[in-house]
T-cell receptor
Framework: AQTVTQSQPEMSVQEAETVTLSCTYD???????LFWYKQPPSRQMILVIR??????QNATENRFSVNFQKAAKSFSLKISDSQLGDAAMYFC?????????????FGEGTQLTVNP | DSGVTQTPKHLITATGQRVTLRCSPR?????VYWYQQSLDQGLQFLIQ???????AKGNILERFSAQQFPDLHSELNLSSLELGDSALYFC?????????????FGSGTQLSVL
């Protein structure tokens, strides 16, 4: 079974600075998807960014980018120019690409605080 | 707004009781997923339905059951409730239930078992 580990329960960053959230995963599969979800106090789960394992290029969405290291099974999220609205719980998630692999396996989450 | 509607938003009940959580997927989405978010277990996949049929099952207790109706809405039934069932229950939907599709999450139902 796949597992996802986020080793940083809490992180903080100053407004306008850059922060990196870590995620590692374990799988024997070669094709899969990785995600970062944001959960603000409203509890809504919001997709931040997605990475396909077969793509070597790291995904980028505006101020959010990932560092995907397939061999190391590492998938970190970099938030640049942090804003107060970025404060939330961030979850890393894994999704297999085939069979009954449409479920998401989530990490434990990292609570991000943005200080003004 | 994700387009996924969950009702009720909050539910308070007692141990031993039975409750039903409802989910209406986005228009056009055929697949519905249920997830449980608790302090002890984190976010866990419970079950997936596609066009009325069960597609995949995760860590769903025998006391829990779900179904997807012909109009594609889904219900999650929780019975013989225990204190440990207190959690935020999410529903998500996608077009066809494939791995490359984006999931759209509802805002959840917060269940408190007293």
């Amino acid at each position: 079974a796949q597992t996802v580990t986020q080793s940083q329960p809490e992180m903080s960053v100053q407004e306008a600075e850059t922060v990196t959230l870590s995620c590692t995963y374990d799988t024997s599969e070669s094709d899969y998807y990785l995600f970062w979800y944001k959960q603000p106090p409203s509890r809504q789960m919001i997709l931040v960014i997605r990475q396909e394992a077969y793509k070597q290029q790291n995904a980028t969405e505006n101020r959010f980018s990932v560092n995907f290291q397939k061999a190391a099974k590492s998938f970190s999220l970099k938030i640049s120019d942090s804003q107060l609205g970025d404060a939330a719980m961030y979850f890393c998630a894994y999704r297999s690409s085939g069979g009954s692999g449409s479920r998401l396996t989530f990490g434990e989450g990292t609570q991000l605080t943005v200080n003004p | 707004d994700s387009g996924v509607t969950q009702t009720p938003k909050h539910l308070i009940t007692a141990t031993g009781q039975r409750v039903t959580l409802r989910c209406s997927p986005r228009s056009g989405d055929l697949s519905v997923y249920w997830y449980q978010q608790s302090l002890d277990q984190g976010l866990q996949f419970l079950i997936q339905y596609y066009n009325g049929e069960e597609r995949a099952k995760g860590n769903i207790l025998e006391r829990f059951s779900a179904q997807q109706f012909p109009d594609l809405h889904s219900e999650l039934n929780l019975s013989s409730l225990e204190l440990g069932d207190s959690a935020l229950y999410f529903c998500a939907s996608s077009v066809g239930g494939q791995s490359n599709e984006k999931l759209f999450f509802g805002s959840g139902t917060q269940l408190s078992v007293l």
